[in-house]
């Protein structure tokens, strides 16, 4: 039996089905997204509305407008046999146990031999889902367990029942990795799985710790964040983004489900919670919750909830030394270790202790309850709650054996195999023997290679293996194996500075060698590039020293173009943000193999710039040229236009698919769902570029459009001065930009070299640079992290 899925059947356009379907669309599948029909008008009535709601969500559920073609909606009454034709059949309808089981039985009759069926249940175990069908359906039966918003959390709970035949629960974790680009984690068919049974343990136990011991909503959320290893929502933020109805019901569904579980009473919601539901302060959801978001004074405020008013007020500041202690001490562990260490002396660092170490005791405590493997627990909460480190790594960073010592000083419970573990001499959960990462099993009470994707390329691993060739503080170059080199950027923000640039050129005459068949450029930051070093740029102008600028500009023009026609492919592997300088080297590249979520963008004119590394140039070759070299006799302007508001609004791509759409990638550009595939993915392209590989050909390659067009253009700007769309800033701004599109001075259209306009796009960087109001906008970003409009 074969797994090759290329349609997919989603049954059910609620918030999570109308998502999971979308994700489905992004991925490239073909969609069939149905829903009941109602009993009386137009029997699309409920999946409309279920299509229409997804369409418009914030965050975006699809990559793309253009995605939705590939999504095909119709109801169980009439369109049910389109489920015939799928290669997967995923349930997503109400969490009730009989229209589950009925819609089970519809499935079975009409699905065809091959079709995987799962259902996305958070909370009815599998196997009661899947009662009374016969063993060949249970034999391909699963759970299938996305976390909300699919699209962004990388989380895919894969549960197999006891009948689930091995060979597809393999399938449907490669599906989700190598298609949907998520992370497949196994667990069991216990309630709530992994992800949530953890989470609502932590969420309530750490707000019920807070109200009873008199801690401020602002205090928590100061403390909870990155500082310990998570997002930024922390604690009662996070609870606004889930909504306090999905929190309260997940834990009170659990809180039924598992009458042996021996922490069920800190699974009870606090009463406060629940009077904030009857008030309907539920969160982003209904416009307040522990935060209300208001306008004071012309700025965004969020005000704070009174807990025992239940009144929002001003937010205040929390004051918490041990924090700023704390992010002084360095990484993770060092932060989580002091905290710990101090919390007997200071409140807050308590409160982190005393909430911490029970969400650890009681992890350890689950398994191999809900999960035989430590590493699928870490990753469900590395991955569904973007922990910095699950909780069995966040252990290890402690020291496991001292963290026991100090659970047992607090009379928290520890799970036997724990104590097993470091009575044989054991230390941590994790170990690394001859390059391969080892995880303790509670089961065998050995250590087991921990599982690898075949498809990750870790650019540390190939350091730790003496892969790295050249390293300076910015920038280094690694060994990716069979003659393909790898230049990686690490500089804060991986902006571009002159490290950067010296290690490109170093990654240039790497590819002079014979050994050498091409060069990736690429990373495992968060962003690929960000731009340029602003700080840099910054400092430049206030030493007065633009001819350093100048000639940094044109250090960085000369690479990107070497790049362009190097003798071997030059590969590109953006993920996150590529703005800026990051895009145009991008844009010099034969080929980009770029993750799902790339945002990419030109967007200078925030700092009072246009890009000056060849991103003017290039949207007027990819956007405008090509289009006349082949049409020569069609209006210039709409093509132009197009690439003059791209870089004139700073548009940023909301994903990868979006940047096809604007130009900033190609059709023969790659998209990869998982961004832990891009450079494997992007190695290989070099290969499959290698072979009678040419560079492209030097000449007259942009077409300068002249002085009619670049009018057309100057005058669209002053219509939007005129309107108080845009400042008189912007329009000598735009004026620049402008000129550099259209040719300069060039009167009558014309082909010119792609030097005459990287000359023209750095006479306008510089002459923007003596401004004022360009300093201006420079240092706002740099001092608010957001543009400033003068």
């Known amino acids: 039996m074969t797994h090759n899925i290329r349609r997919v059947a989603v049954l059910g356009a609620g918030t999570m089905g109308a998502a999971i379907a979308a994700h489905c669309a992004n991925a490239g599948l073909e969609v069939d997204l149905l829903d009941i029909a109602p009993d009386d008008g137009d029997k699309n009535a409920i999946v409309k509305g279920g299509f229409d709601r997804m369409q418009k969500a914030r965050p975006a559920a699809l990559m793309s407008k253009a995605v939705a073609e590939r999504m095909r909606i119709g109801n169980f009454e009439e369109h049910f046999d389109r489920v015939a034709d799928a290669d ?41 889902v899947s009662e009374g069908r016969s063993d060949e359906f249970k034999k391909r039966f699963l759970g299938t367990h996305f976390f909300n918003p699919p699209r962004y959390l990388k989380m895919l709970e894969i549960i197999p029942t006891s009948e689930t035949e091995p060979e597809i629960v393999d399938a449907a974790r490669a599906f989700g990795e190598r298609v949907l680009g998520k992370g497949g984690v196994i667990a069991k068919d216990t309630p709530n799985f992994i992800g949530n049974r953890l989470g ?16 401020g909503i602002e205090e928590i959320d100061a403390i909870t964040g990155p500082l310990i290893g998570h997002p930024k929502t922390a604690t009662f933020r996070l609870n606004d983004t889930v909504g306090l109805d999905i929190a309260v019901g997940v834990a009170e569904n659990l809180y039924e489900a598992v009458p042996e579980d021996e922490s069920r009473e800190d699974l009870k919601p606090p009463v406060k919670l629940k009077e904030m539901q ?15 978001r208001d306008k004071r004074d012309g700025k965004t405020v969020f005000d704070v909830l009174d807990l025992e008013t239940f009144e929002h007020r001003p937010a205040e500041d929390p004051q918490v030394p041990i924090a700023e202690e704390a992010g002084k001490q360095g990484d993770l562990g060092s932060r989580l270790r002091f905290l710990v260490e101090k919390a007997d002396d200071d409140r807050h660092a308590r409160f982190i202790r005393d909430t911490l170490l029970p969400y650890l005791a009681y992890a350890s405590r689950r398994v191999p309850e809900i999960s035989d493997t430590l590493e699928d627990v870490d990753h469900a909460m590395e991955w569904g709650f973007a922990h910095q480190t699950g909780p069995f790594r966040t252990w290890d960073l402690l020291g496991v054996r001292e963290t026991v010592e100090k659970m047992d000083s607090l009379n928290i419970e520890v799970a036997g195999w724990v104590r097993e573990m470091l009575d044989a001499g054991n230390e941590s959960f994790y170990t690394t023997e001859n390059g391969t990462e080892l995880q303790f099993s509670p089961l065998s009470k050995q250590y087991e290679p921990v599982r690898e994707d075949p498809m990750y390329v870790s650019l540390d691993k190939l350091r730790n293996d003496g892969k790295e060739l050249e390293r300076n503080d910015s920038a280094s170059l690694l060994d990716l194996g069979d003659g393909v080199l ?24 790497a590819l002079e060698r014979d050994d050498v068949v091409g060069l990736v450029i690429g990373n495992e930051g968060r962003n690929f590039c960000v731009g340029a070093n602003l700080g840099e740029v910054a400092h430049a102008v206030q030493n007065g020293a633009l001819g350093e600028v100048d000639k940094s500009i044109g250090a960085l023009q000369t690479l990107l173009m070497d790049f362009r026609f190097a003798p071997k492919p030059v590969v590109a592997a953006p993920r996150g943000q590529t703005l800026g ?19 990419m963008g030109l967007v200078e004119v925030g700092v009072g710039l246009i ?18 070299r082949v049409t020569p006799n069609i209006p210039p302007l709409p093509l132009v236009q197009k690439a003059f508001e791209q870089i004139a609004l700073a548009k940023v791509a909301a994903s990868a698919l979006e940047a096809k759409e604007m130009g900033y990638l190609e059709d023969d550009d790659r998209v990869m769902m998982n961004p832990d595939h891009l450079l494997s993915a992007a190695k290989r392209e070099v290969h499959d570029l290698a072979d009678g590989y040419a560079p492209p050909e030097r000449g007259n390659n942009v077409y300068a459009v002249g002085s009619t067009t670049r009018a057309a253009l100057e005058m669209g700007v002053r219509t939007l001065q005129w309107g108080r769309f ?6 000598v701004i735009a004026g620049h930009l402008a000129r550099v599109l259209t040719g300069g001075n060039i009167s009558q259209a014309q082909w010119v070299s792609e030097e005459y306009i990287l000359k023209l796009e750095k006479e306008a960087f510089l002459a923007l640079l003596e401004n004022e109001k360009t300093h201006e906008r420079i240092g706002g970003l740099l001092k608010t992290g957001k543009p400033i409009r003068n």
């Open 581 to 599: 300088g990051g895009l145009e080297i991008c844009l010099h590249a034969d080929r980009v193999v770029a993750a799902g979520e790339t945002y």
């Open 88 to 128: 997967w059949v995923l349930e997503a309808i109400i969490e009730k146990l009989e229209p589950k089981r009925e819609l089970m039985r519809r499935i079975e009759e009409t699905a065809k031999e091959s079709a995987i069926i799962s259902s996305n249940t958070s909370g009815i175990p599998l196997h009661e």
């Open 726 to 731: 845009a400042s008189e800033y912007d329009g």
């Open 611 to 628: 890009p000056a590394g060849g991103g003017t140039k290039e949207m007027a070759r990819r956007l405008v040229s090509r289009v006349l």
């Open 278 to 292: 009857e008030k309907n302060l539920l969160g982003n959801k209904t416009g307040a919750g522990f935060y209300k």
């Open 486 to 509: 790898c230049l990686e950027f690490h500089s804060k923000g991986n902006s571009i500075d002159g490290p950067m640039v010296e290690m490109g050129n170093r990654a240039l005459a």
């Open 200 to 215: 609502s343990f932590a969420g309530m136990q750490s707000v019920t710790y807070a109200f009873e011991n008199g801690y």
